[in-house]
């Protein structure tokens, strides 16, 4: 009995720690436009494509569907771009390309892995329509 209260107890402590190390979504816009410029913009525009798809309004588009030529892992994807699953992406494409699709390899190579600065720049695309 002193077993599985424990093991409970072990199991609730580890879940509670897991969601507290989460990385928080939460960001600064402003940072997250700098962030952009610097890092994101010799590929991608708000409102044209370049190297890579548009980005304006890309929060709860669905991926993949932009008029974009070059798609390459999100092609027949099915689901929409969440700040969740964009932080995920936008820190490895390519694992997250093996998890959420049947692609194996995307053309986005850039993997921005300060979770700071990918929280800033969900926060800066979330006002960009």
Not at 1 to 28: C, E, T
Not at 41 to 54: N, R
Not at 102 to 117: C, E, H, I, W, Y
Request: proline letters at 3%; one cysteine or more.
């Amino acid at each position: 009995m002193l077993r599985k209260a424990l093991a409970a107890i072990g199991i609730a402590v580890a879940v509670s720690m897991s969601f507290a190390s989460a990385p928080s979504i939460a960001g600064d816009a402003a940072a997250g436009e700098d962030v952009f410029k610097k890092k994101c913009k010799s590929c991608h525009d708000l409102e044209k494509d370049k190297t890579g798809p548009a980005l304006g309004g890309v929060v709860g588009r669905k991926a993949g569907s932009a008029e974009f030529k070059r798609y390459k892992g999100l092609v027949d994807a099915d689901f929409e771009w969440t700040p969740e699953l964009l932080d995920e992406w936008i820190k490895d494409p390519k694992a997250f390309v093996e998890a959420h699709t049947q692609n194996k390899s995307t053309s986005m190579t850039f993997k921005l892995a300060d979770d700071g600065q990918r929280a800033d720049v969900i926060e800066y695309l979330k006002t960009a329509k």
